[in-house]
């Protein structure tokens, strides 16, 4: 191992394939995490995810299901998996294609860590029942109009709303995530 200072961002392509044997007690890993994209390009002021990566950078979505056929092949055929990506939606079409490809071929269970409302439709929703995702969470943030709009997140309370109707239409469990302690928040 080595330590590779850069001014620039890496291609995310340029990556290799994590060596799962590298992981501690990966032979007893019941669940396998992945990041397709990384950052965000949102700029919400509570999230340090633009301040961290910059710029959106998407993998491609063949090699995200080459390492999770190859950590299936290699860790267990039961493994199931988790998105981390800070904002998988980013590109819908691109995450869809990753949705059906892994419905397709991987066929374990999934789940995904977060979401926002904006990238929240019956298509995708349609591929989670598809990829087996027992629950789905959306980042409300806050619910207080006044507070909301001081967060810069870019997506209205009405989508937020909306998102979670469609959810609960689609059968698959929500949950909903708020940040305590913004600017302008208060207990009442």
Same mark, same amino acid.
């Given at each position: 191992p080595k330590i590779i200072q850069t001014k620039?961002?890496?291609?995310?392509?340029?990556?290799?394939?994590?060596?799962?044997?590298?992981?501690?007690?990966?032979?007893?890993?019941?669940?396998?995490?992945?990041?397709?994209?990384?950052g965000c390009p949102n700029q919400c002021i509570f999230c340090a995810s633009f301040g961290l990566s910059r710029k959106w950078r998407a993998r491609k979505v063949e090699d995200c299901i080459k390492e999770l056929e190859k950590a299936k092949k290699e860790i267990s055929p039961h493994l199931k998996f988790v998105v981390f990506d800070d904002n998988p939606t980013v590109n819908k079409k691109r995450f869809n294609e990753f949705l059906d490809l892994y419905s397709k071929r991987i066929k374990s269970e999934l789940t995904i860590v977060n979401t926002r409302a904006d990238?929240?439709?019956?298509?995708?929703?349609? !591929?989670? %029942? /598809?990829?087996?995702?027992?629950?789905?969470?959306?980042?409300?943030?806050?619910?207080?109009p006044a507070v909301y709009k001081l967060i810069n997140k870019g997506e209205t309370l009405e989508q937020i709303?909306?998102?979670?109707? !469609?959810? %609960? /239409?689609?059968k698959i469990k929500l949950a909903v995530s708020f940040v305590i302690g913004l600017p302008e928040d208060n207990l009442e």
């Open positions: 620039e961002l890496v291609d995310v392509n340029d990556l290799p394939i994590p060596d799962n044997r590298l992981f501690y007690k990966y032979e007893t890993m019941t669940h396998y995490p992945i990041m397709t994209s990384r990238g929240i439709d019956d298509e995708f929703l349609v !591929l989670l %029942k /598809k990829c087996k995702v027992p629950l789905i969470s959306i980042g409300v943030e806050h619910a207080h709303e909306k998102a979670c109707k !469609l959810v %609960k /239409k689609h």
